[in-house]
């Protein structure tokens, strides 16, 4: 996101068309998909790219992509590699250790430096859901843990606050007038000219909207008198991000653009302030108010428990679980209020913890063993073998293999997902507001980005990647993270591109829900599906083989040698899927079933 599209600065009021591309492939040509090794001139890492790289001591061909991934520390950053000669050039003369920082790995070289100096000994390890206390059980320290990471939940003033803040990034230009190629004054001072006019922005606004408040701001009009004023406002808008996701987007890419520009040495002293404070989290509010033991306490997993409500579940229950959870905050906030200053309002605030919906992901892991068997086809229709080049797929595998590489990404996802409203932001933030990680204007293919890397986060995804890893016991594909290069600029992007698995994925998953009832309540549309697709349970099957297959084969990307099995070409592929989906001779039973589109509101 190089730059947002806004309007002027001011104030004012805040079916079916078959094409080779978009038919259902007939499974059956794809049976006899072999299962051999890739061919000889291949990645033996990813086995989907062309090898460019030959490592001596480990003896095995990479492309380049893969050898700076698995040659990053460690005693392989001294093995000696030698360059394969590309089809149809001479062979190279000469070998060259890994460490001497080649043409290729300049930017591998300057990741691991920042990895090296912003290593602190605070790695992040993870808490897996699976650690998660039930009911009943000991709680020990994880929701001490992972309180450090979750933001406090907004008040209803500062709510009113957010709106100002919102209004006025909507009508800022701030990414249009610094991301380009100007001529005119320093970017510093670009920089500081925008900031001012965003807060004289917002001091307007609440002048307009608290008339005694707003005199004060304009007492002096000095921008660094008011500086904790501005401080909170951008502090808030951070935080009521990483508790709504689906909020801010189009103004969020400004404000943490706006934040890291304002992080510079230089823009800081121009300013006279810095915008950027410590987030308000659950555990610096408890802290402070010596109630870390309400984090201890066997109510704690009662009073922030998911209350879940999958189909068929008696609604007496749910009932059941809410009023459980809500007389679980109460004894809580009674309980804990009589030992400090906080009131027993403030206190329940704390008890919110937000989680990213799962719930997707973890039904497609459902349909998926239900419906296919995990080494071998039961039939043609029910094939999930895909081949390079055939209906757009990038990679070849056959059906245990596309199996498994499936289940593996949708694990993946569901991990993330757990981690992205809390840590996993967090660690994005601090890369993106790290003065000491400088980003640098790129053309990447998709217009002017912010190429940054991202250390921390990097590391954090290599730790939730090798969770996923351990408990499917094995991987399909490459285990190559891209963040800092043209393929995911930024820690930003990378938090963009995760956020939008449940849009891809819920859509589908309430197609597949409604297709039985709607087929049983009208008899024309319970024609129209056994006379295309034989039964209710074959239009279902037909969809989730589709998707399994080509939202899962590594097209997508802007480039052939950008496509793959990467981590975030996982990703890619089921976007390129959900781009298709009006090609789709099954596209009419999404529209009979209520679909709009997989960004709208569902």
């Known amino acids: 996101m190089a730059s947002s599209s806004s309007a002027a600065f001011s104030l004012e009021n805040i079916l079916e068309h078959p094409t080779a591309n978009g038919t259902i492939d007939d499974p059956s040509e794809d049976t006899n998909v072999d299962a051999t090794p890739p061919p000889e001139g291949y990645c033996i ?5 062309p090898a460019e790289v030959f490592c001596e001591n480990c003896s095995d061909a990479y492309c380049q992509v893969c050898f700076d991934s698995q040659h990053r520390k460690g005693t392989r950053k001294t093995h000696v590699v030698k360059s394969l000669p590309a089809p149809g050039s001479s062979p190279p003369v000469s070998s060259t250790p890994s460490n ?48 450090k990471y979750i933001p406090l939940r907004l008040t209803l003033g500062e709510r009113k606050f957010l709106r100002l803040l919102e209004a006025a990034l909507s009508v800022s230009e701030y990414t249009d ?17 925008q900031i001012r006019e965003l807060c004289a922005i917002m001091s ?17 009009k000095d921008f660094e008198a008011n500086s904790e004023f501005f401080q909170d406002i951008f502090e808030l808008g951070r935080r009521h991000k990483i508790m709504n996701p689906d909020k801010m987007r189009h103004t969020y890419g400004k404000l943490i653009y706006l934040l890291q520009d304002s992080q510079s040495p230089e823009v800081k002293q121009m300013l006279g302030f810095s915008c950027v404070r410590p987030m308000k989290t659950v555990h610096s509010i408890l802290e402070e108010a010596g109630l870390l033991d309400m984090l201890r306490d066997k109510l704690i997993t009662a009073a922030t428990m998911e209350i879940l409500a999958p189909p068929g579940r008696p609604r007496r229950d749910i009932q059941k679980d809410i009023k459980l959870k809500e007389r679980a905050i109460e ?20 008890l919110y913890f937000h989680r990213v919906n799962r719930d997707p992901c973890e039904k497609m892991i459902e349909y998926l063993k239900a419906h296919f068997h995990p080494n071998k086809a039961e039939s043609n229709k029910l094939n999930l073998s895909i081949r390079n080049g055939k209906g757009g797929s ?31 932001w967090s660690m994005a933030e601090h890369d993106l507001l790290n003065e000491s990680i400088p980003y640098r204007l790129r053309d990447t293919g998709q217009g002017l980005n912010r190429v940054q890397q991202a250390p921390k986060t990097s590391r954090l995804m290599h730790s939730i ?18 963040v800092g290069d043209h393929t995911v600029p ?65 097209s997508g990307a802007d480039s052939y040698y950008d496509a793959g099995s990467c981590i975030d070409g996982r990703l890619t592929s089921a976007w390129n899927w959900c781009s298709l989906i009006a090609k789709k001779r099954y596209y009419p039973l999404f529209l009979l079933t209520g679909f709009v589109s997989f960004d709208g509101d569902w």
């Open 490 to 554: 930024s820690a930003f992007h990378l938090l963009d591109k995760y956020t939008q698995v449940y849009r891809i994925l819920l859509p589908v998953c309430n197609t597949l829900q409604q297709i039985p009832p709607l087929a049983d309540s009208t008899p024309s549309i319970k024609s129209y599906i056994e006379d295309e697709f034989g039964s209710v349970d074959g239009a279902i099957r037909e969809i989730l083989c589709d998707f399994f297959r080509h939202g899962f084969d590594g």
């Open 331 to 350: 004894q809580l906030s009674i309980r804990y209020a009589k030992q400090s200053k906080l009131s027993r309002d403030q206190i329940s605030q704390c």
């Open 465 to 482: 990647l090798h969770k996923a890893q351990t408990n499917i016991g094995h991987w399909v594909g490459s285990s190559v993270i891209h």
């Open 45 to 49: 890492e990813c086995e989907d790219q």
């Open 100 to 147: 001497g920082k080649t043409h290729h790995q300049k930017d591998v070289s300057m990741e691991e430096d920042i990895l090296d100096s912003e290593d602190d000994g605070e790695e992040w390890h993870g808490i897996s859901d699976s650690a998660a206390p039930t009911l009943g059980s000991e709680v020990g320290e994880w929701f001490v843990e992972r309180s």
């Open 177 to 193: 007038k610094i991301d380009t190629l100007s001529f005119g004054l320093s970017k510093a001072k670009r920089i500081v000219q």
């Open 204 to 220: 307007g606004l609440v002048l307009a909207a608290d008339y005694k408040q707003g005199q004060e701001l304009f007492t002096d």
């Open 394 to 424: 990038r990679l070849s595998h056959d059906h245990g293999k596309q199996y498994s590489y499936v289940l593996q990404s949708l694990t993946l996802w569901r991990e993330i997902l757990f981690e992205i409203c809390s840590v996993l």
